[in-house]
């Protein structure tokens, strides 16, 4: 498998005002059916991933989302606020960020040429999201070549409504690494791969790292899950 890895991290550089987001007792949010636990990560009102919520207290993203890209320093936890749902300037939940644990094989390298198998982060809230308002994620290690997926993701031109890239497949997977068909813009760090089967819930797979190009093809490059992440959720917990 060879790949050229396009040093670009799709991780979005954009001022976001906290109050551009609504806490839990705003009414009428409009968010995409059934996806309210995919949300935006607004990092220290200055840079913007997107985060999936795995558990009621838990959010799954990209380990490099935890660097600040100018200056390569480590971004402090209690600077990052989970926006689950965002839709235009409301949220189903907000949630601050009190801890934040990476995967031990992850090594920073500033520039965007980032350690990829190993790009995830655990983000711990500081209170739960009730199930009841948002249901979380289910997830699998199970992710091959052939498979259908989604990518579901804010952006540097949808900075506040999640829009899902669909009908896209894993082209190839060696290790934890799977490099996937799925076009990804600026913002898309950290965004959920959902494995797409018809009749049933989509799956959590991967984790969105990097654009990269394979031969002349543009291409995703994400962290598959693997046993790892239980132990990060653990920890994080």
């Known amino acids: 498998m060879r790949l050229l890895i396009a040093a670009i991290a799709a991780c979005l550089s954009l001022g976001m005002p906290i109050g551009a987001a609504a806490d839990d007792t705003r009414s009428g949010v409009r968010s995409i059916e059934g996806w309210e636990a995919v949300g935006r990560l607004n990092i220290s009102n200055k ?17 490099h989302c935890l660097y600040d890209p100018r200056t390569g320093g480590r971004v402090d936890p209690a ?9 235009g300037r409301e949220a189903v939940a907000l949630r601050q960020v009190v801890r934040a644990v990476m995967h031990p094989q992850y090594r920073y390298r500033p520039g965007g040429s980032h350690q990829i198998g190993s790009d995830l982060a655990v983000l711990k809230l500081d209170r739960p999201i009730s199930r009841s308002r948002i249901q979380p994620l289910a997830m699998s290690n199970g992710a091959a070549r052939g498979d259908v997926l989604g990518v579901l993701s804010y952006t540097r031109r949808h900075a506040t409504r999640q829009r899902l890239k669909e009908s896209c497949s894993v082209l190839a997977r060696q290790s934890r690494t799977l490099v996937m068909s799925c076009l990804v813009d600026f913002g898309a760090s950290g965004s959920p791969v959902l494995e797409l089967r018809p009749g049933l819930p989509p799956r959590l797979v991967s984790v969105i790292s990097a654009k990269a190009a394979m031969g002349n093809r543009r291409v995703s490059i994400g962290t598959a899950l693997d046993a790892s992440l239980w132990d990060l959720m653990r920890r994080a917990g």
């Open 47 to 63: 840079n913007m991933c997107t985060g999936a919520l795995v558990a009621p207290d838990l959010v799954l993203t990209a380990a």
């Open 79 to 87: 600077t990052i606020w989970f926006e689950a749902g965002l839709s």
